[in-house]
């Protein structure tokens, strides 16, 4: 283990030791189970490091750095402690595991569980408490969890509620949105998109780009000064789509597609490649969603507490853009590279250098 850093994690009779952090899998190196619990120094006890009690088994070699901690550390803060990075997690990164299970559940991050035990495991424990609700749940691929607003008003409610959701590491295209609800449906609704600044590749220099209208919903359009379910004569036309006048008092979902057939036909739908208003029309790096006044909650007796939005999951489905020359991206990179295909004769991530090889291609093909 020469040059190797090493971290012996000690909770009851449970003992795990990691070497450089932590395996591919995301656990310790090993764990194993002690005949009975370590007892406590006391005030005139000793403890041995690199040798028995009695002496035997030295440790042969050097150590360098030991530190010694009188609380059991997490697997995520002895991975910082070895790189210096805390692993990011999605949910609520500040709250962290228990010593009895200090290993973040790898799908589901609202539990935690020990090492040396199957993810399928039932002994787990609630990193977060029972009752939040982080904004952060409405995309943690967890239909059992849900993020919940504050009881409002009827002037917030007809004041609305507005939720961003940044599409990381780059642009794109973006052809349905689902708003999962967990409580009553909001009347209106209206879905903005924002592009990344095409310029930034040029020059290195961001410029914020505006906020372009998506999508209209409402129980009545008017509300907008639009026409209910209005025609979309152009590819890239905007229209309101009406609501019904009735919904569930607990769940339902908003959808918006962008190639759908109904109810009206959007020119260019079943020719995607051919129609480039809608190529464009599809740019997204970030999504905004405005929600405004709800179902039900207006009527006169219905009690104050109902007056609240509850998301379960928002999904945002799409594609890197890549303009056909790759079917899958890295999106650890910023911006994601797109993983092109070899008879693409491409290369480069979505932007800046994908189109190089083939305009040379196309020039070298031209006739004399």
Known sequence: MRGSCCHLQIYDQRASLFLDGLEEDGTPFDTKHLISTLSD????????????????????????????YPATLTN????QLYSGVMPKLHVQPECRCPPSHPRVHPLVERYCIPNAVEDTTNDRVLRLNINAHPLSYINDQDMGTMWVSKVMSLQELDEGVTITVDLANGQYQVFYVIVQ?????PESILIQRRKLDSSQHDTGSVTEQPWLDWQYMARNCNVFDMQNN??????DSINCLQMPSDVPLL????????LTTQPHLRPGYNDFYKTPALQEMVQAA??????KGQYHTGAVGVNQRHRHFVISEITISGRCECHGHADQCDTSMTPYRCMCLPASHTVGNNVSNKCLIT???EQISQPL
């Open 181 to 185: 609800f967990g409580g009553l449906l």
């Open 286 to 291: 970030q999504v905004r969603i405005y929600m």
């Open 230 to 235: 209005g025609p979309l004569p152009r590819p």
């Open 41 to 68: 120094i006391s005030e005139y006890g000793a403890m041995w490091v690199g040798l028995s009690s009695n002496g035997s088994n030295q440790f042969i070699g050097r150590m360098q750095d030991f530190r010694f």
């Open 359 to 361: 305009t040379q291609m």
């Open 76 to 79: 995520r803060e002895i991975v």
């Open 251 to 258: 769940g339902g979902n908003i959808t918006f597609s962008l």
